[in-house]
Structures are given as structure tokens and as C-alpha cells.
């Protein structure tokens, strides 16, 4: 393993932790000594990442960020009216997923997060760039969305229930 793939699963192992994680742990893992993760840690700050020392260990210190994926149905007319309800309650609209009979599981990433991209997105799909992907599993489609937190994903399943969006997802579907 190159110090490079070392760092980038030091950042994995951090992030992925529920507690921080000791440069003990580290060394150990990785077999390395203290020191080379001390060297490290110091190394993938300077890339960027904000990784705190504490009395117990490293954390990283970023937003949380928590996903779900929901089944939705609606017509074209519908599309900028769902986005706009799931940004606006602070949700980003990671991708839209569709699984077709014949030709399995399609996907295609949106990154959604704001009005200004929903306004955007609906502009290239106006302009007949393409169309929805929807379509072709008769308005049935899933999307991973994602926020801050689980709170929020709830407030976005209630909206979406609400506005009649939200397919009841049965056991393989």
C-alpha cells in the first residue's frame, strides 16, 4: 500500500467512525508507526480535510450528512414542483433512479440542491436536451436524497406524501 492509499483510508476510517479514532488504532491497522501517522494526519490536513486531535482520538470535522431513497410518481408538468419541494426544505437530489424491466437498473446523477440548479435542470429539459428518465417506467422513478439530517428527511417524506409524490416502496421494488 502506497502512503497515498494509506491517507486516503486514514481519511475513510475517520470518517466512517462513530467515535475518534487513536493514532494507536491507526499505526496498528495500517502497520506503521505512530509517528508516520502523526505525518500523515498532517499531511491529509494540508490536502484539506479538518481533522482534529482530541484527548481520544481524531475526528473530522464536517457537516453530517444523512440520505434516503424515495419512490415517487408524477408527470412532466410535476417535475419542477417536486424538486422545488425537496430543496426547499433543504434536501439535495443526489440522482433519479428508474428500474426497467428489460434493461435493469438505470441512473443518472443530478446533484440538485438549490432553486437556482432546479431552474437549470428544468432549462436543459425544456430545451429538449432529453427527457426525463421517468418516462420511460411510466413516471415511476427513485431518488437519493440527501440533507443534514434524519429530521429532515422526514419533513421532506411528509411533503412529498403530501403533495400525492410518494410511492409506497414494497419488499423488491
Do not use: W
Request: glycine share 6%.
Amino acid at each position: 500500500m502506497t502512503g497515498a492509499d494509506r491517507r486516503e483510508q486514514i481519511v475513510k476510517q475517520i470518517q466512517d467512525s462513530q467515535v475518534p479514532v487513536s493514532g494507536t488504532k491507526l499505526a496498528s491497522l495500517y502497520g506503521v508507526s505512530r509517528q508516520v501517522v502523526v505525518q500523515d494526519i498532517a499531511l491529509i490536513r494540508a490536502s484539506g480535510y479538518n481533522i482534529i486531535s482530541t484527548n481520544r482520538g481524531y475526528i473530522i470535522n464536517e457537516p453530517k450528512k444523512v440520505s434516503r431513497i424515495f419512490k415517487v410518481h408524477h408527470t412532466d408538468e410535476q417535475l419542477e414542483e417536486e424538486l422545488n419541494a425537496i430543496v426547499d426544505l433543504g434536501g439535495c437530489v443526489e440522482n433519479v433512479m428508474v428500474h426497467h424491466r428489460v434493461y435493469g437498473t438505470m441512473e443518472a446523477d443530478l446533484g440538485v440542491n438549490s432553486r437556482r440548479k432546479v431552474t437549470e435542470f428544468m432549462e436543459d429539459i425544456r430545451k429538449g436536451k432529453s427527457s426525463p428518465l421517468k418516462n420511460i417506467t411510466s413516471n415511476y422513478h427513485y431518488h437519493l436524497i440527501s440533507a443534514d439530517s434524519e429530521e429532515t428527511l422526514d419533513l421532506i417524506e411528509e411533503e412529498l406524501k403530501k403533495r400525492n409524490f410518494l410511492v409506497e416502496m414494497t419488499p423488491g421494488a
